[in-house]
């Protein structure tokens, strides 16, 4: 008997099984659509601006400039009206417990005044503790523009400051000119009897000119010293050009980069519960004791049994991404050759942990009981659930013990990042070797009982032919 008969059996009785076909390729097409649809808001996908309430309670035209500059940001829409009325800091605080809008900020009274006069001023803001993940982003971004604003008035007070001490500085020099000079002139008078034109109306004219150029003077410098400070803060030379590989794009997915690798990813693992069951039926049902009597080895056997789940957890792979691509217009990423090559070392790893399952367990409550630990465990360490992004670090690193992280970020280093197979082949490496240790585990432990279940069957056997001898 070859591998291959084995193998057709255990498929036709695989599909015939509609527990099994709904819990591998339609419960994981539900989890990805709502699941994406769900987390949506939380990847911010197609830009969509997150909205804020804005309460100006200075109403001065420092205030509405730093309305301006927040709504401005990136991915932020300012809102200061509610029903066509000024927004208050009561509905403002209404509406964000309420749920409806994620932060609101209150710019207080006398906020020009504070920041003309360098005073200490607090802008308070309300969050939503159910948005948190949100609105710590947001404070962060709004803590950013308010020291840039409270920046530019402390640039244009420095810039005031120096053109003041300039100009005393310079009124004193001309002060000191004037007085030497009408010494000069008084003793020029004293030595002329007689004038035909008056020396002192030109000399009041000619100091009043050249202080009122002298003023000019200065304003312009003044002038040009702001729009100059200005901008190097808006164009500083030293810059942050953030890149992502060699002009790829973002390092971080949207929904359905995340979702459908992610569940994907977590449904493979899915057959080590119909590999152990499997097992265990032929085991009570007594087939397998009958596929060992007859002439088939022990490797066709190992390998008749694992085909067709390997088989199964490709169709589901495949089905899956069709799924993401078609109907959600999930981009497949710069390489399919790559992505084939992720899929076949997953499901390489999920059918081996499949045959170490089913090698282990003896009954029915040890394959719902171990294969669901080892499912759902994995599947949350492995960032399938929670994406490893939002993670802390710990858990990060805690991930990578697992094959699920390992599959993940090669599909998202194909999806998201775009890279090529080369870049992946550690992931590949890492991938085949939980799937060898497993296979190898089962291996031993399967052909332990092959051969203890062909002794007995020997045992049997001789024992039936005495009997019948002894007749």
Do not use: C
Not at 65 to 73: I, M, S
Not at 205 to 230: C, F, P, V, W, Y
Request: proline content about 3%; cysteine-free; charged content about 15%.
């Amino acid at each position: 008997m070859s591998f291959w008969v084995i193998t057709r059996k255990d498929l036709k009785i695989l599909l015939q099984d509609r527990g099994a076909v709904v819990v591998l390729f339609l419960l994981p097409i539900m989890f990805i659509s709502i699941m994406s649809f769900a987390l949506m808001p939380m990847y911010n996908l197609g830009g969509k601006d997150v909205e804020v309430l804005v309460v100006n309670d200075d109403s001065s035209e420092a205030s509405f400039r730093f309305e301006e500059t927040l709504n401005k940001v990136d991915g932020l829409t300012v809102v200061s009206k509610f029903e066509g009325q000024k927004l208050t800091e009561e509905q403002a605080q209404s509406l964000v417990l309420d749920g409806k809008y994620p932060l609101s900020i209150i710019i207080p009274s006398q906020f020009s005044q504070a920041l003309s006069q360098q005073e200490p001023i607090a802008i308070t803001t309300y969050q939503d503790a159910a948005q948190r993940s949100s609105t710590s982003v947001l404070e962060k971004a709004i803590e950013g523009v308010t020291q840039s604003f409270s920046m530019q008035y402390t640039i244009n007070r420095m810039v005031d400051n120096q053109v003041e001490v300039v100009n005393e500085k310079l009124n004193d020099e001309l002060a000191k000119m004037e007085e030497k000079y009408e010494q000069q002139y008084e003793q020029l008078l004293n030595s002329v009897s007689v004038g035909l034109f008056s020396l002192e109306t030109i000399e009041s004219s000619t100091i009043a000119g050249d202080i009122e150029r002298d003023s000019l003077i200065l304003d312009a410098m003044k002038d040009e010293l702001k729009i100059e400070a200005q901008e190097a803060l808006n164009n500083p030379n030293v810059t942050v050009h953030s890149l992502t590989g060699a002009q790829r794009r973002s390092s971080q997915p949207d929904p359905f980069q995340q979702n459908v690798p992610g569940y994907t990813v977590m449904f493979a693992f899915f057959i080590v519960t119909f590999a152990g069951r499997s097992f265990l039926n032929e085991k009570r049902s007594g087939t397998l004791q009958r596929i060992l009597l007859a002439p088939v080895s022990g490797w066709n056997l190992l390998i008749g049994k694992w085909v067709p789940f390997y088989l199964i957890g490709l169709t589901q792979v495949a089905i899956l991404f069709s799924f993401g691509h078609f109907v959600f217009g999930m981009s497949l990423g710069s390489s399919l050759f790559a992505l084939l090559l992720i899929s076949l070392a997953l499901v390489w790893v999920s059918s081996s942990l499949g045959m170490l399952i089913a090698s282990l367990v003896q009954t029915e409550s040890q394959i719902t009981g171990w294969s669901v630990m080892v499912i759902l465990t994995m599947a949350a360490l492995g960032g399938t659930m929670v994406p490893l992004f939002v993670m802390p670090d710990l858990m990060q690193q805690i991930a990578f013990i697992t094959p699920h992280a390992w599959a993940l970020t090669a599909y998202q280093d194909i999806l998201v990042r775009e890279l090529s197979w080369t870049d992946i082949l550690n992931n590949l490496f890492i991938l085949g070797g939980f799937g060898a240790v497993f296979m190898l585990i089962s291996i031993w432990r399967m052909r332990t009982y092959i051969s203890g279940e062909q002794d007995s069957t020997k045992q049997i056997i001789t024992r039936n032919e005495l009997v019948e001898k002894d007749s």
